[in-house]
């Protein structure tokens, strides 16, 4: 097995390994932007359309979660073709949680059967978090594995079992997540560069909001090698509020908040009266949206970032003000 | 060790119901050492089963024994003696001894007092952790010697994930220490962090649970069987 990064993994304008739009903008060097849709918990295509409405020509590709948090939404394939039906490409979150080996397989043959092309692997959040705390999980891959079956699916044309795929293997272009910022932090950037030995061909990161800590993480992960093979783009999310810092910073694993950004945050409502909710709302999503914004600036500046992965969690208002203002719109048009 | 604590008593006592007179088994094994079914433990609970009934009215007659290993025959077959004048065995065995009362005497019903728990061991004063999930295909030898089928809850084979708290306690329970955090501090205490870097392939899980009843056949422990003619 190789335990060796590959160049022939990288992703290249005459080599193309799936020929997505994410793909294709990544290969030409431009620096790329993804944003990320929640499918609703049910089946209503309306809420798709309208956060594609939201989307669309702002992004180059919006990623479907899988049940995020544990939580049963629309499936992430299912949306996922609405979505490229309605002009925007997506990429397919895929988790290790509710799917053995079989069903990965199989979804994936059907997910490329509709023309989807980019897949992130996960090992998906703990089902403990969600509204089905009693279900099995399955884990029978982890995403390392997971990136592995498919990068043979599409190279070698196996499905794991080592068995042919007759007719040939899926486009695909894989994708996988990377937290900068767990325990213990002097291994991550060698779990990423273990990513993209797996067969990892773009990465998303937790969301950034400790610069100086995101940039060593980097400097290490480039002076491995890693981004040779690998497109990083970093992750971002536009804060609501200064509570919302503050949450993020205390419960979420791995997630620092510098007091920087929450002195900000806090004194964005100064002077406005705490009985005009409105417009102490307004002043707070207005000042998240421009650290957002600031952030992307900074990030296009550090060695190895080949875009920005933007997650406006029930927001997606914030991605056309955010792309615009970052002097990222509109998008780059890399013709197939 | 096999790992048990007991139900609680309401559950045990809805179990007896209706029966006139049960026999208490205990185990002097694994579960005797956890504390859940050795001879002091099948003695408190049949004391306060006894209060209970009769403060509900239906008053049950227990009497208590305790074996040495209830998963093996030889240990048990004696009960068989005196099992008429029961209307069921109560068993403070683990799963295997409930399970081995069973098999040995099969007009009698068993009834399962503990909760079996895990394999594992104890990692402080009254504390027992899980160590072994008996998947039939050992990984110790890749992982610094911390299993994480057992003490990971995804069974990462290429941990860890992105959900390690600071200190390296896991997202799912804070009380639980990362598997993964704590095979990356030993492997590289042992200097052999280098290996971590091994992609680990798909697991065969075969040899686990998914592969049905498991069996384990030694014919060099049989007995010969003795050809026609040797009687």
Redesign the interface.
């Known amino acids: 097995?190789t335990?060796q990064l590959a160049t022939e993994n990288k992703t290249t304008e005459s080599e193309l390994k799936a020929g997505s739009n994410l793909e294709r903008i990544l290969a030409a060097g431009q620096f790329a932007v993804t944003g990320e849709i929640g499918p609703p918990k049910n089946f209503d295509v309306e809420v798709i359309h309208r956060k594609v409405s939201l989307l669309k020509g702002y992004v180059d590709a919006a990623n479907i979660t899988d049940n995020q948090t544990g939580i049963v939404r629309m499936s992430s394939i299912g949306a996922g073709i609405l979505i490229i039906n309605q002009g925007l490409e997506p990429v397919i979150q895929l988790t290790?949680?509710d799917r053995n080996?079989l069903a990965m397989q199989s979804d994936i043959l059907g997910a490329a059967a509709h023309g989807i092309k980019n897949v992130l692997c996960l090992?998906?959040d703990?089902q403990?978090f969600g509204n089905h705390p009693g279900a099995k999980?399955v884990?029978?891959?982890?995403?390392?594995?997971l990136m592995?079956?498919l990068q043979e699916m599409r190279d070698k044309n196996q499905f794991?079992c080592g068995e042919e795929i007759a007719g040939g293997g899926p486009p695909l272009f894989i994708g996988a997540?990377?937290?900068p910022f767990?325990?213990?932090v002097e291994?991550r950037p060698?779990?990423l560069?273990?990513k993209a030995?797996?067969g990892a061909n773009f990465v998303q990161t937790?969301i950034i909001y400790d610069m100086d800590r995101f940039k060593q993480y980097m400097k290490k992960s480039v002076d491995l090698g890693v981004t040779e093979t690998v497109s990083v783009l970093a992750g971002v999310g536009p804060l609501k509020s200064a509570g919302m810092a503050r949450y993020m910073r205390d419960n979420v694993?791995?997630m620092t908040v510098p007091d920087e950004i929450i002195e900000r945050m806090e004194d964005a409502v100064q002077g406005i009266s705490s009985e005009d909710k409105k417009a102490r709302m307004a002043a707070s999503r207005a000042e998240g949206i421009r650290i957002c914004i600031e952030q992307i600036e900074q990030l296009k500046e550090v060695e190895g970032v080949a875009g920005i992965h933007i997650m406006a969690i029930e927001w997606e208002e914030a991605i056309k003000p955010i792309v615009t203002s970052a002097g990222l719109y509109p998008r780059p048009v890399c013709d197939s | 060790m096999i790992v048990a604590d007991q139900k609680p008593i309401e559950d045990i006592k809805q179990m007896l119901r209706g029966k006139r007179k049960v026999l208490a088994v205990g185990c002097g094994t694994c579960v005797a050492v956890c504390f859940a079914g050795g001879k002091r433990e099948v003695g408190l609970l049949c004391s306060a089963l006894r209060m209970a009934t009769d403060l509900a009215g239906e008053p049950v007659e227990i009497d208590e024994t305790v074996v040495q290993r209830e998963c093996e025959q030889e240990y048990i077959e004696h009960l068989g003696e005196r099992l008429d004048e029961y209307d069921a065995i109560l068993s403070l065995g683990c799963g295997v001894g409930v399970q081995s009362l069973a098999d040995s005497f099969p007009n009698t019903r068993v009834l399962p007092a503990l909760n079996t728990k895990f394999m594992g061991a104890p990692s402080g004063q009254g504390v027992w952790e899980e160590r072994c999930q008996g998947c039939g295909n050992c990984l110790l030898e890749y992982t610094g010697g911390i299993c994480p089928i057992s003490r990971c809850p995804k069974q990462l084979m290429n941990g860890p994930c992105g959900g390690t708290d600071q200190g390296g306690r896991c997202e799912v329970d804070p009380e639980i220490p990362c598997a993964w955090y704590n095979i990356w501090a030993r492997m590289d205490n042992l200097n052999i962090q280098d290996e971590l870097m091994e992609i680990h392939p798909p697991k065969d899980w075969s040899t686990s649970r998914d592969g049905g009843m498991r069996r384990i056949v030694r014919k060099d422990l049989q007995k010969p069987e003795l050809d026609e003619g040797d009687s």
């Open positions: 097995m335990q290790c949680r080996r090992s998906g703990h403990s999980n884990h029978d891959l982890d995403s390392m594995q592995r079956m794991q997540a990377a937290n767990a325990d213990p291994l060698l779990r560069k273990k030995i797996a937790q694993p791995g």
